[in-house]
């Protein structure tokens, strides 16, 4: 029972955790497995490739699909809570990431090779796993979502530019020049303020054409709005959180720039300001 239970204790600080080198090791030879499993399943795509080396590809993509249900069930054997795990998000990736090749023997045939590929392709959902092994994803994803709010109301400013726009355009240009709708008219103005200029659908006139490049140019400063909210929210939050060394009692290792104890339990700690 105890030899389990330090087993249990082991696997989990191993995969959990990224402090020490066993669990960096750990890390980084996961990291090689996804991005070599990753260009497996893209090199497999290639038909001449596949023809070439089907059999030593598939055989890969077994080895890789083995390592990574080996991979998920020590996590959920390691995890503080199973259920939590295995209904997190990531654990949900996980999961994906191995329940293709499990479903090509499920589904044989030629009949269900549409069925098969379909399946094969969510493999390439281990990239995400990689977002779990950057150190400020946390960062970036409490800046991001710090933003919403700022966000949300520049996106709906910019519904309500393009629908503007959209109907005025198709008062102007009408079904003659391509302009068959509202809603068409609006694709187009949101094609046109995003600068990706597909071209299916341009304006004729000089006054389509005049609103036209007003709205191109309105587009570059639209687009530059969210990264300079984004930005200034992740310089904001620089100015008020650090990343210190673990609070030696909780572990918690985010506090103010100025803090001398912990925001949790209250200790003091080793990283605080000199002359406190």
């Known amino acids: 029972m105890t030899a389990r239970r330090t087993f249990k204790e082991l696997a989990r600080h191993i995969i959990f955790d990224s402090s020490t080198i066993p669990s960096k090791l750990f890390d980084l030879g996961l990291i090689g497995a996804i991005c070599v499993s990753v260009l497996v399943v893209m090199l497999d795509s290639v038909a001449s490739l596949h023809r070439a080396y089907g059999r030593e590809l598939y055989l890969l ?6 390592l990574f249900t ?9 995890a503080k809570s199973r ?7 990531f654990g949900l990736i996980d999961l994906l990431s191995i329940l293709p090749t499990y479903f090509s023997i499920l589904f044989p045939g030629a009949q269900y090779f549409l069925i098969v590929r379909f399946f094969r392709v969510l ?10 092994f950057v150190r400020e994803a946390d960062f970036v994803t409490a800046s991001i979502r710090a933003s919403g709010r700022k966000i949300m109301v520049f996106l709906f400013f910019v519904l309500v530019l393009v629908s503007i726009v959209g109907a005025i355009m198709y008062m102007i240009e009408g079904p003659e020049n391509g302009f068959r709708s509202i809603p068409e008219s609006i694709y187009w103005a949101i094609v046109t303020v995003t600068t990706v200029g597909y071209g299916d659908i341009s304006p004729q006139t000089p006054a389509g054409r005049f609103l036209a490049a007003l709205l191109m140019i309105t587009g570059y400063s639209i687009i530059a709005v969210p990264t300079g909210i984004v930005s200034s929210e992740m310089s904001s939050m620089r100015g008020r959180i650090v990343r210190k060394s673990a609070c030696p009692s909780c572990s918690d290792a985010e506090h103010d720039i100025d803090a001398r104890y912990c925001r949790f339990c209250g200790r003091r700690l080793d990283t605080a300001p000199p002359g406190g």
């Open 123 to 132: 493999r390439i959902f281990r990239l995400l796993k990689l977002v779990t």
């Open 61 to 66: 993509e077994w080895f890789f699909t083995l």
């Open 83 to 89: 259920l939590h795990y295995a209904v997190s998000f």
């Open 70 to 78: 080996l991979e998920y069930f020590l996590r959920l054997y390691a």
